[in-house]
């Protein structure tokens, strides 16, 4: 993906106030090609609101965040419509994003190819969390900011991502991505908040 090993995110003094307390202050990071960090805390620590930050989504109240690369955001809610099938889903990113993925191959890695024309509103939770999954794969991005990924996966589901993430990590891609269990995949370093 790139031969470069310059940092593709650095991110220092990072905090973020929620009503009168910080919810964290001075949390870094750095993220070269070829990491993962995962990122650790209780329910409410802030991991969310700190990939957010990282994503460009929502602005720190302290702190500066430099990325080098463009990223993929996977977050709790798939954004997949009611009417919306998943290939229609993947197509219409695709559309948006000028790719030329073969959509085909992406459902069946996905496992989803029995539920490819089967409406948002119908799928069940982890099919829609493995369509939001098949964009990863529509687009070459070097950054993976993903949330809790492990969300509504069952075994083969799990196993599945951790292919592709430890696929994304050895073309020198990178991730960092919220999680309470043990991911799957090599971890580079841990971030608990
Ligand atoms: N926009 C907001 N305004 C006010 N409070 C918020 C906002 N977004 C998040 N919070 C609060 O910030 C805290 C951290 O939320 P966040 O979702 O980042 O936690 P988390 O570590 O991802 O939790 P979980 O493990 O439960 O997913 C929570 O108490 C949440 O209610």
């Not at 307390?21 to 995962?38: D, N, Q, Y």
């Not at 075994?155 to 990590?169: F, N």
């Amino acid at each position: 993906m790139t031969s470069s090993t310059a940092p593709l995110i650095q991110a220092s003094g990072l905090a973020i106030l929620r009503g009168e307390r910080a919810l964290f202050r001075g949390v870094g990071l750095t993220l070269s090609p070829g990491e993962a960090i995962v990122l650790r805390g209780a329910n409410g620590a802030g991991k969310t609101t700190l990939l957010r930050m990282l994503a460009g989504l929502t602005r720190p109240e302290a702190g500066d965040i430099a990325r080098a690369a463009p990223h993929h955001w996977i977050g709790h809610k798939e954004g997949i419509k009611p009417q919306e099938t998943p290939r229609g889903h993947l197509a219409l990113w695709a559309q948006a994003w000028g790719s030329k993925a073969d959509i085909p191959e992406i459902l069946e890695k996905m496992a989803l190819t029995r539920a490819a024309d089967v409406p948002g509103r119908y799928l069940s939770a982890g099919q829609r969390r493995r369509t939001a999954f098949g964009r990863l794969l529509l687009e070459d991005r070097p950054i993976w900011l993903l949330d809790e990924p492990y969300t509504a996966l069952d075994a083969a589901g799990r196993a599945m991502l951790d292919a592709v993430i430890s696929g994304h990590l050895r073309t020198k891609g990178a991730l960092i991505a919220s999680m309470h269990d043990t991911a799957g995949f090599p971890v580079t370093a841990e971030v608990t908040l």
